[in-house]
């Protein structure tokens, strides 16, 4: 019963939250599952997490703009611009 409270106040935590934070939480949750299991230490989670924080926060922001699509160029450097017609 504990359990199913928790999970439901998280749910509905998380409802109140902008696409930016959505994506912020979720990538930083995978990012510390994956460092931790790719180091095995807490430090390699810690790094995960904040890659992965950052990354699904930049992911997140571009889903809030209508119009705007996420590219990376051919350096690997990422940037915003509008998306093809039709897409």
């Known amino acids: 019963m504990k359990q199913a409270l928790v999970i439901l106040l998280l749910g509905l935590s998380a ?5 930016t934070e959505r994506g912020a939480a979720v990538g930083a949750g995978a990012g510390a599952v994956i460092g931790g299991l790719a ?14 924080g950052v990354s699904g926060a930049l992911i997140g ?3 809030e703009q209508p119009g705007q699509c996420y590219y ?14 039709g897409y």
């Open 72 to 85: 990376r160029d051919r350096y690997g450097r990422r940037y915003i611009d509008d998306c093809p017609r």
């Open 15 to 19: 409802a109140g939250c902008t696409q």
């Open 61 to 63: 922001s571009v889903s």
């Open 39 to 52: 180091t095995g230490d807490v430090r390699g989670a810690a790094v995960g997490a904040a890659i992965g």
